[in-house]
């Protein structure tokens, strides 16, 4: 039987809490007129393996470097990446909506906070 799978890609992001975090994204693909939701979320509750309930933590700042050439930048700053607690479940995602409004989700993953 075939499946057909419609999931983001998964990156996973470990850091040094209190550091500047700073990740380039490149998509390989015109993003001009897109519009974007990028979050952090703690885990409050999960059932089956599924995240059920979350809590809203921190949107990233998002630095167009070029659009038409799918080009971005996502960062926290240290006073951000300082507030976030060690040891708590955290995780993340990249939307985006095109033009005629299709919605993905394209990215996601977990979100690490270590101490140094």
Request: charged share 20%.
């Amino acid at each position: 039987m075939a499946t057909y799978s419609v999931l983001p890609d998964t990156l996973d992001i470990v850091f040094i809490q209190g550091d500047e975090l700073s990740i380039e994204l490149d998509f390989d693909q015109d993003l001009t007129g897109y519009t974007f939701e990028h979050k952090i979320v703690q885990v409050t509750a999960v059932s089956g393996g599924n995240v059920t309930a979350w809590t809203d933590v921190y949107t990233f700042t998002r630095t167009d470097i070029d659009l038409s050439q799918g080009r971005m930048n996502l960062s926290l700053q240290e006073e951000q990446t300082q507030a976030l607690t060690l040891g708590l479940a955290y995780r993340w995602w990249f939307r985006w909506k095109a033009p005629g409004d299709i919605r993905r989700t394209v990215l996601s993953g977990s979100l690490s906070v270590q101490s140094p």
